[in-house]
């Protein structure tokens, strides 16, 4: 199982950026797919969740800015990024809980990374 981050990149204060991250690999059920990110000197932080049956999680500070949004036909999460500030440049990280088969206990799976930098 393997997911697949892209999108990062360069964006002025106030624009918009689009990540997604692709789960590939012999899936049976995803149970969740979130983002984090980690800036420079800090610690991981998950910034939005997506839990099957519930309604999206967000940090306190995306919220109004960030979507989180999950395509099930193709096991993808996207995250809709407005209104960006310095203060969002970190490496972001898609993670997914899933079930490899109906039986058996889930596991966690992490992307590679991908960088956003909000500069002017």
């Known amino acids: 199982v393997q997911l697949q981050a892209s999108g990062g990149g360069l964006v002025q204060p106030g624009g918009s950026l689009q990540l997604s991250c692709a789960v590939s690999g012999s899936i049976f059920r995803i149970n969740v797919m979130a983002w984090y990110r980690q800036a420079p000197g800090k610690q991981r932080e998950l910034v939005a969740i997506?839990?099957?049956?519930?309604?999206?999680n967000y940090a306190d500070s995306v919220k109004g800015r960030f979507t989180i949004g999950r395509d099930r036909a193709d096991n993808t999460v996207y995250l809709q990024m407005n209104s960006l500030k310095p203060e969002d440049t970190a490496v972001y990280y898609c993670?997914?809980?899933?079930?490899?088969?109906?039986?058996?206990?889930?596991?966690?799976?992490w992307g590679q990374g991908t960088q956003v930098t909000v500069s002017s």
């Open positions: 997506n839990t099957s049956g519930l309604m999206p």
């Open positions: 993670y997914a809980n899933a079930n490899r088969a109906r039986w058996g206990t889930s596991d966690d799976y």
